[in-house]
């Protein structure tokens, strides 16, 4: 691997799903869709943690609006790479919803199950609206019927690490997203 494109990766990745250039280049696309949908009106974003940090943190700073921010911390429903049991909220919000535009973000849709109580629930405070973004989608995975309002990417159905999203709480720092390679994604020190 040549000095340049050892930037562009890692040397604990596979392959690279998405850049780190094209993540930047979506998100100022993102944030203006966002903008603009909105018109003047304020937003409350709630970003899901520990996994939409990142994302919600650059994304935010596309949108021109007047923006509130708060964030949920869900049980980790999730055991190694694969989904069991129901999802939780641990930490809720503290900001009030009622007559709000909320907007939730999230790292990845990928059963649907996360992003589909959390809706439910925000829905039961009487908000204006309700939305969501999530950098990206997972495909033919969904297992309840939801779909996000804003997608940043559409990925294959493999496991992602990096710009928030994480194996055993590591990679989250990596500033492009993609898969591990085989014999790290199961390491029994990391249990
Ligand atoms: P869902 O409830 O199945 O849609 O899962 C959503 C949550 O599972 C996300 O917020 C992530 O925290 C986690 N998750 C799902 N797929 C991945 C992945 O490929 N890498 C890292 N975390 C994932
Ligand atoms: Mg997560």
Request: charged residues 25%; proline residues 4%; aromatic residues 6%.
């Amino acid at each position: 691997m040549s000095k340049a494109s050892a930037f562009l990766t890692h040397a604990d990745l596979e392959t690279v799903l998405v850049s780190e250039v094209a993540i930047k280049r979506r998100l100022k696309k993102l944030g203006a869709e966002i903008s603009a949908l909105y018109g003047k009106d304020e937003i409350t974003a709630l970003a899901i943690i520990n996994g939409a940090i990142l994302f919600a943190a650059d994304l935010l700073r596309e949108i021109k609006n007047p923006v509130r921010l708060d964030c949920i911390r869900i049980s980790s429903y999730r055991n190694e790479t694969k989904s069991v049991g129901r999802p939780q909220i641990l930490h809720s919000f503290t900001l009030d919803v009622s007559n709000r535009h909320v907007l939730l973000v999230d790292d990845i849709l990928d059963t649907g199950k996360t992003l589909a109580m959390v809706v439910q629930s925000i829905k039961k405070l009487g908000p204006a609206t309700v939305r969501t973004c999530v950098l990206l989608e997972k495909q033919g995975r969904r297992e309840v019927d939801f779909e996000a309002d804003f997608v940043g990417f559409k990925i294959p159905d493999k496991f992602a690490v990096g710009y928030g999203l994480d194996f055993a709480e590591r990679y989250r720092n990596l500033p492009c997203i993609g898969v591990l390679k085989p014999h790290l994604q199961n390491p029994p020190e990391w249990a």
